[in-house]
């Protein structure tokens, strides 16, 4: 099974700052993808950003980036100029990239609440 | 358009009722699942559907657990003679394809369930 470990329960940041937020994941399947959600105070989930395993370029999306390093199956995530409203739990999540049963589902980390500082 | 809707946002009940969790997709999406979240974890996939179709239900925690989805579109959890360890938010999602590159999971706000 796969499995999805974050191991930083708690980051903090200075307003405008950079933070780096750290996942590493298992698995012995060559496709698949990565994801990274947030979830504020008001519990819903929001995709930040998205990597396919096959795609050697690191993804991004405006002030959200991430280092995808597939031998080591590591997936950080990077917050540029951090704002008051990147504050939340961030979740890294794992997807088969197959169409068998039990490949649609989202395998997610524990999480890590991210502060920012003003 | 609307995102994923659930409902209701909080519900609180009595050690042994039922309960019934509604899920609304976003329109036209094929697939729907269903997870739960303990408190301090992250979400834990409870069952999927395509359309009316229940594929996977290997994550339901047991058998007082129970999701349809008759018509391919609105889903219900229900969960029968609650116990405190139900206690938990339940996420719903949808997305527009089964599978593949295009498959991108947009989330509900999710039901916190206390059972008492």
């Known amino acids: 099974a796969q499995t999805v470990t974050q191991s930083q329960p708690e980051m903090s940041v200075q307003e405008a700052e950079t933070v780096t937020l750290s996942c590493t994941y298992d698995?012995?399947?060559?496709?698949?993808?990565l994801f990274w959600y947030k979830q504020p105070p008001s519990r819903q989930m929001i995709l930040v950003i998205r990597?396919?395993?096959?795609?050697?370029q690191n993804a991004t999306e405006n002030r959200f980036s991430v280092n995808f390093q597939k031998a080591a199956k590591s997936f950080s995530l990077k917050i540029s100029d951090s704002q008051l409203g990147d504050a939340a739990m961030y979740f890294c999540?794992?997807?088969?990239?197959?169409?068998?049963?039990?490949?649609?589902?989202?395998?997610f980390g524990t999480g890590t609440r991210l502060t920012v500082i003003p | 358009g609307a995102g994923v809707s659930q409902s209701p946002r909080y519900k609180v009940a009595k050690r042994g009722q039922d309960v019934a969790l509604r899920c609304d997709p976003i329109?036209?999406?094929?697939?729907l699942f269903w997870y739960q979240q303990a408190l301090g974890q992250g979400p834990e996939f409870l069952t999927y559907?395509?359309?009316?179709?229940?594929?996977?239900k290997s994550g339901l925690p047991s058998d007082r657990f129970f999701a349809e989805r008759p018509e391919g579109s609105v889903s219900t959890l229900k969960i029968q003679r609650t116990q405190q360890e139900d206690s938990a938010v339940y996420l719903c999602?949808?997305?527009?394809?089964?599978?593949?590159?295009?498959?991108?999971?947009?989330f509900g706000p999710g039901t916190r369930l206390t059972v008492l």
């Open positions: 999602a949808s997305s527009l394809v089964r599978g593949g590159r295009e498959d991108t999971q947009y």
């Open positions: 698995t012995s399947e060559s496709d698949y993808y």
């Open positions: 999540a794992y997807r088969s990239g197959g169409y068998q049963t039990g490949a649609n589902n989202l395998f």
């Open positions: 990597q396919e395993a096959y795609k050697q």
């Open positions: 559907f395509q359309n009316e179709a229940q594929l996977d």
């Open positions: 329109s036209g999406h094929v697939s």
